[in-house]
């Protein structure tokens, strides 16, 4: 079909703001949207999104968005995704499930494989082989494996939410969104509720697909350096499969209404000794469309909380009413925004002064108006964000699609959001014209608001107890209903699951997955120009980039200059230069003046093994940015934390603690695989171990530890800080590292020249720490209804010699073995395994587990599993693909220069990672059985280590049969 037949052209517009051309195009038979923006990025994006609007809390619309990358028409396989994860060079590879729309965005810097994931991915949204297996896989059915079985709710999305509703910060998000919207689609939680998945049809759930995924109900997105047409002809393929259909899709608006409403809510914990709440305001806002309005609120939420010196974050910190604070801010990526903030931490007979507090500040700010210096600055930063376009590893083309989507998804122009030039220059002219622009926006949007709540979420040491309860009761009541012959069909349908579970996919359908093969692989690895030379004693390290004009500034300090009695001290001491005044300005006048002059600075603790030593390079890193005309000023703020930082404030050194403590507290349940990793990983290598100290448990004890000593023993704190200071503030201490355009390459030598003048020359002399961890199994204990297992083992035991073949089998076992027992067949979210070549330890972990033993014995068969004679090559090639494309990722500029960086200070030369790129394509299932086997005899004789982060009473079931010599709770 000719294309002018197929698409009518809409609209045309070059966009300067992210160097694009944007044409949005119609699909004439079935109204399907399509913009397409052709540019000089290579990494490609594809996304198609649907707009799901929930009518309940069953989850039909995240269930569905796991389900329909488990088989198509076209490749009839139970699990595409996977094989494409395996065997993609790509870049990003996912689903995500918004309030009201699924996206399924992939990209990747190879054209073939970008188009070879856009097929699976539209083949598998329109055409999803969604059987009932499928449904009780992904959603929940009951498992009854024997007569004598306890019979069990399983599913990976139940387990998934469960983990969700674990977390305080999750629910205190959620409830707060939902209390705003009574009548909207957004009081509902698409993820769904745990008890509410069980609620769930598979007929309901087959009709939800048949009610939204239509072309005439998607938004089809491309962005990057391939040609238009192509892209237009391969979706075209499939749109033209379809008759035009009448969705009704649209989102529930929530009318603004006088609602002052107060909700109470409950979070489990372990015990009420010393309550801890958490509490928030939230007002519902006008519609994301308005773009001046969108931009200016996002300009006021940096104002209020986005820097130490904003004066609501300011005044609650200090209030010293909380720990730190809470809410997710403002919210644009839906039809009607809304703003929430509040504080964590809070002891119950606070909660009215914080809630009083808040509106105070508010109130002062509309009246009194809002200093021009921290409104300056925050203009600035969000300026210097918005033309920077830096989304770190996440492509900028998806971050491109979101925000298109935040107006477009709702029959609006997607260019306003992205167009951004004309509207900052014009809220810059209302300033200089003298209008109270946000002191104005406060006053309408919030304090005359009448649509705000108040969400209150307090602790409750029972709530586990019950909700186990609950789920026990509800199994019960089910298994009673049921007579001896259902219970028995129960039984083999079950077994009849398993079964399928476990049976191997057609190796002709499995050949059907499109994909590349080693020949399509660039054989080289790709260098970074580095420039290496010494200045004053410092060591310089420069990295001519493409870098926009941005000047990105590194300095790292070297930590072993340290005793390692300081090494937990570190996050602190980097917030504290940054955070805590100096002896000519206070925190405040600082931290306001870096947000005005620099693209921001922020502290960095690293560490990294170094190849073939035991000691680890361990460095505090203050990176920076800024534009080529700022770099005078930006060396001058270095200058000045670094020489006159006054370190004496108590009280805003506890504030910091405080945070520290209360963003590690967060992290444990939406991020306990990690935690567990580092657990594992810190018993074998000193750069793990010195990681541990600086970002998890440990960390965490010892700041609840020095919470103590501060009040206590402050003379004795400062002391260590002023040591620290002294032991890490010199030139041979330092690592100067810098990204930039080489006329601004010259400019910063030239300024770090005076820099350096500054600095001490005295040297004292480096330390060697004497690094150690608690042996043997642990478990550690938090109020979850979920688990995260984790075992690490010592290759050494197995007689393994590092090959490069090993990165391409640990990949294999991920996506292959791991996930079919662990997530597939034992319900996890998810399941890692990570192979340091560097130390020779392979470790294993899981995210969001209902398991604790099953997990583990997978684990324990890995090494047998990939020694198995049985081994497919055409696997390994999947897995040399795969291997290839994570040694490639993408990486913009600035990321280019620090990992170059690490590679020098970790001595990975160039050849060395030609050699390992060389033996990754190379790779052979002799190479694989080979790892399996030292994997496997390493895991029969080592052991290893074991260490578990879950709910007590799940853990202690097991507690015999996992040998724990050390468990404690955490919170």
Known sequence: ??????????????????????????????????????????????????????????????????????????????????????SSVQTFLNAVTFPDKTSYPVASQNRQDLYNLMDVYLDAVFFPNISPEVFAQEGWHYELPSLEAPLKFKGVVYNEMKGAYSSPESLLAEYSQQSLYPEGTYGLDSGGIPEEILNLTYEDFVQFHKRYYHPSNSWIFFYGDDPEQERLDRVGEFLDQFAPLEVNSQVNIQPLTTLQKRVEKSYSASDERDPRCYLTINWLLPETSYPQLNLALRILDFILTGMPASPLRQRLIESGLGEDLAGVGLETDILQMYYSTGMKGVPPENLEQVESLIQETLQDLAINGIDPEIVQAAMSSVEFALRENNTGSFPRGLAVMFRALSTWLYDESPFPLLEFSDVLEQIKLRLEQGERVFENLLQEHFLDNPHRTVVLLKPDSEMERRILETENQRLEEARKKLDQKQVQELVESTLRFMRWQEEPDDPEELARIPRLTRADMEPKVRTVPRREQKMQGATLLLHPQPTSGIFYLDLGMDLHFLPQKYLSYVPLFGRALLEIGTFSQDYTALTTRIRQLTGGIVPVPFSHSVRGARESTCRLFLRGKSLPEKIPYMFKIFRDILTQVKLDNKERFRQMVLEEKSGLEQALVPAGHRVVGMRLKARYSEADWAQEHMSGVTYLLFLRHLLQNIENNWDQVLSHLEDIKTLLVHKGSLLVNITAEEEALDQGCKHLQDFLQELPLEEPSRQHWKWSCTPGNEALFIPARVNYVGRAVDLEAGAYRFHGSSLAATRFLRAGWLWDKIRVQGGAYGAFSSYDHFNNVMAFTSYRDPNITNTLQSFEGSGAYLASPDLDPDEVEKAVIGAIGEMDSYQLPDAKGFSSMICYLADITDEYRQNIRDEILGASVENFREFGQALNQALKKDRGVISILGGQSQIEKHKEELDLENSFRLL
């Open 1 to 86: 079909m000719q294309q002018a037949s197929r698409f009518r052209l809409v609209e045309e517009r070059h966009i300067p703001e992210i160097n694009s051309l944007a044409r949005l195009f119609e699909h004439q038979k079935t109204g399907a949207r399509i913009l397409s923006m052709t540019n000089k990025d290579e990494n490609k994006v594809f996304g198609i999104t649907f707009r799901t609007p929930p009518r309940d809390n069953t989850g039909v619309a995240h269930i569905l968005e796991h389900s329909v990358l488990c088989g198509s028409r076209r490749y009839r396989v139970k699990e595409p995704f996977v094989e494409l994860l395996k």
